[in-house]
């Protein structure tokens, strides 16, 4: 049975379109292939979604003992976060506004759960051990 599981990044300072622009080259793929891809990408955006990947991973095997070797970017969304609006100051007093744009980064991995080994419990039927007085400690 595949398992979901979900990895977010809330706030990133980058606009939604530049990181949509990478999330879109690795959508779709395995978990391994996204990140030794993400490593050889030359664009700034492929830091946070690169640790948002990893964090996935790492919810799915640490979390819902999932096999890391399998796992499959089902989704990957990026989506626009809160702007921060400022204003520049410019000629004879007035002022320009402008806005600095946040994104939200969400990565559902899917995968199989690892096979759990049959435990094989076993019995200790040994008697205890009789307690042997012990002389005191001291100078003799």
């Not at 999330?23 to 490593?39: C, P, Q």
């Amino acid at each position: 049975m595949a398992t979901f599981v979900k990895a977010q990044a809330k706030g990133v300072d980058m606009t939604p379109r530049k990181v949509g622009i990478v999330a879109s080259l690795v959508r779709g793929t395995t978990v391994a292939n996204a990140l030794t891809i993400l490593e050889h990408t030359p664009r700034r955006a492929a830091g946070p979604i690169s640790k948002v990947i990893t964090s996935a991973k790492a919810n799915a095997v640490n979390n819902h003992n999932m096999n890391g070797d399998d796992l499959v970017i089902s989704e990957l969304h990026v989506s626009p976060g809160p702007r921060m609006k400022r204003f520049r100051p410019v000629a004879r007093g007035s002022a320009h506004p402008y806005q600095k744009k946040t994104t939200h980064i969400t990565v559902v991995v899917t995968g199989t759960e690892k096979t759990k080994p049959k435990s094989t419990t076993t019995v200790k039927t040994t008697a205890p051990k009789s307690k042997a007085k012990s002389e005191p400690k001291g100078d003799k």
